[in-house]
């Protein structure tokens, strides 16, 4: 896509591949965002609230989705979003990104993406629609 295109339902993201994640990317992303709690960071919290390791914190896997549907294209914007997480992804785990445009304007100049975080074992951890938007021509005035 170039700045005088437009959007195309149906056209795919190419996959991001996320991993594998480490407890060092949790602990940066915990420092940068203030995101201290226990349960991603120490692994005895996690494991007394019943999980295997430490989940990755939902704003981190927002902050990936973000970047895989802001790579589509760098002539669009991702203006909002929308998650729901269905399953824990956990230190250790590799993700994959995937997504469709699934809805276009008339203008073919705003859309909808639904993007999927599947961990490499299959398990689909989260379900996402960003608002989509060709970005405004930096040359146009």
């Not at 991603?40 to 390791?53: M, P």
């Not at 939902?58 to 790579?71: D, I, K, N, P």
């Not at 729901?84 to 008339?106: C, E, H, K, N, Y």
């Amino acid at each position: 896509m170039n700045r005088d295109a437009v959007l195309n339902a149906g056209a795919a993201l190419e996959p991001l591949s996320v991993g594998p994640i480490s407890a060092s990317h949790i602990a940066a992303f915990a420092e940068r965002s203030g995101d201290n709690n226990p349960i991603h960071v120490d692994e005895a919290t996690a494991r007394r609230a019943g999980l295997s390791a430490p989940p990755v914190p939902g704003m981190q896997l927002v902050a990936w989705l973000h970047a895989a549907a802001a790579r589509y294209d760098r002539a669009i914007e991702v203006t909002g979003m929308s998650t729901r997480f269905l399953a824990p992804v956990s230190v250790g785990d590799t993700i994959v990104i995937s997504g469709r445009i699934v809805q276009v304007d008339a203008s073919r100049q705003r859309g909808v993406m639904r993007l999927f975080i599947k961990t490499a074992a299959g398990t689909l951890a989260s379900i996402a629609e960003a608002s989509l938007a060709l970005a405004a021509r930096k040359d146009a005035a």
